[in-house]
């Protein structure tokens, strides 16, 4: 049963072996990749994208995007809330002391017919 | 977890690197054109199998996930599950096609006599059910290792081992007439 088994095996590879080889035609290379590259150009990042790419690539190579992202949101955010909750009295309070500082740092007048 | 030779080809892939997808289309576009070639028998559904193989590639790169399947074998699956559709489409096509024979060169009287026993191993091989013509492709073809082939064909060893025994004494019953010659 063993020794039939294995005369089938050895046959079928003697009939497999006389079929010609297949060769890989170069219009059928080209048409794959044709396929490649309609398929990554819709992949391909959008300006707005590739910009923040590029800022990412500098700030934090090789980083992934979802970090720099993150961080980009968070300060946002932390920006965002100091504005809107930041009192209005402390506008004014801080207008007021800038107005004297800015007299402070007014050149003093001098008169230098006077001093002599 | 096993090696996988393609992981970091695939990688580069789904980032739409060109040179990558050459090197992938390289190492396994004469294979799967093989097998498609032998399941079909006709070179131009073979091709539009393989190219469509490659096709699921290019749209699935970029989600690949190593580890999960090995490369290899979920390529060869695709393929062959093209080559499946097809062959439900249109079942008489392997038959009609048998007589494409690729490019042979020597001398005219043994082309002859060789194109003659290609053919004829062709059509024993078409009369072959899908799976069982899949299975003694992938392990006398394409040199898999019977693990392999039984993960490409969704099957267990001993059901891919039925499958080549019951595949191997058919084509010898069919063929046996070229063992006088």
């Given at each position: 049963m063993i020794e039939n088994r294995k005369q089938e095996a050895r046959f079928a590879d003697e009939a497999l072996g006389l079929l010609p080889s297949v060769a890989v035609p170069s219009a059928l290379e080209a048409r794959i990749l044709a396929d490649f590259d309609r398929i990554a150009a819709r992949h391909a990042p959008g300006r707005l994208r590739r910009l923040f790419l590029r800022w990412r690539d500098d700030l934090w190579p090789g980083a992934p995007l979802w970090k720099p992202a993150s961080v980009l949101a968070l300060s946002l955010a932390i920006g965002v809330m100091a504005g809107v909750l930041m009192p209005m009295s402390d506008l004014a309070a801080s207008t007021s002391s800038e107005q004297q500082y800015a007299a402070g740092d007014a050149p003093p007048v001098v008169n230098m017919a006077g001093d002599l | 977890m096993k090696f996988d030779p393609d992981t970091e080809l695939?990688?580069?892939?789904?980032?739409?690197?060109?040179?990558?997808?050459?090197?992938?289309?390289?190492?396994?576009?004469?294979?799967?054109?093989?097998?498609?070639?032998?399941?079909?028998?006709?070179?131009?559904?073979?091709?539009?199998?393989?190219?469509?193989?490659?096709?699921?590639?290019?749209?699935?790169?970029?989600?690949?996930?190593?580890?999960?399947?090995?490369?290899?074998?979920?390529?060869?699956?695709?393929?062959?599950?093209?080559?499946?559709?097809?062959l439900r489409k249109k079942p008489a096509l392997g038959l009609e096609a048998a007589a494409e024979v690729a490019d042979l060169a020597p001398a005219a009287d043994v082309v002859l006599e060789k194109v003659g026993l290609a053919e004829e191993v062709q059509n024993a091989l078409g009369t072959l059910p899908e799976r069982q013509r899949a299975a003694i492709l992938l392990c006398h073809y394409q040199e898999h290792g019977n693990i392999e082939a039984a993960e490409?064909?969704?099957?267990?060893?001993?059901?891919?081992?039925?499958?080549?025994?019951?595949?191997?004494?058919?084509?010898?019953?069919?063929?046996?007439?070229?063992?006088?010659r």
């Amino acid at each position: 049963m063993i020794e039939n088994r294995k005369q089938e095996a050895r046959f079928a590879d003697e009939a497999l072996g006389l079929l010609p080889s297949v060769a890989v035609p170069s219009a059928l290379e080209a048409r794959i990749l044709a396929d490649f590259d309609r398929i990554a150009a819709r992949h391909a990042p959008g300006r707005l994208r590739r910009l923040f790419l590029r800022w990412r690539d500098d700030l934090w190579p090789g980083a992934p995007l979802w970090k720099p992202a993150s961080v980009l949101a968070l300060s946002l955010a932390i920006g965002v809330m100091a504005g809107v909750l930041m009192p209005m009295s402390d506008l004014a309070a801080s207008t007021s002391s800038e107005q004297q500082y800015a007299a402070g740092d007014a050149p003093p007048v001098v008169n230098m017919a006077g001093d002599l | 977890m096993k090696f996988d030779p393609d992981t970091e080809l695939v990688a580069r892939v789904g980032k739409g690197d060109r040179v990558a997808a050459q090197a992938l289309m390289a190492r396994h576009l004469p294979g799967m054109l093989r097998l498609a070639r032998r399941m079909l028998a006709s070179q131009a559904e073979a091709e539009d199998c393989v190219q469509d193989a490659f096709l699921k590639v290019w749209t699935h790169a970029r989600r690949w996930k190593p580890g999960q399947a090995k490369f290899e074998t979920w390529l060869y699956r695709v393929t062959l599950n093209q080559c499946y559709d097809r062959l439900r489409k249109k079942p008489a096509l392997g038959l009609e096609a048998a007589a494409e024979v690729a490019d042979l060169a020597p001398a005219a009287d043994v082309v002859l006599e060789k194109v003659g026993l290609a053919e004829e191993v062709q059509n024993a091989l078409g009369t072959l059910p899908e799976r069982q013509r899949a299975a003694i492709l992938l392990c006398h073809y394409q040199e898999h290792g019977n693990i392999e082939a039984a993960e490409i064909l969704g099957v267990s060893v001993e059901a891919l081992e039925s499958l080549l025994a019951r595949a191997r004494r058919t084509l010898r019953m069919k063929l046996s007439h070229l063992r006088s010659r």
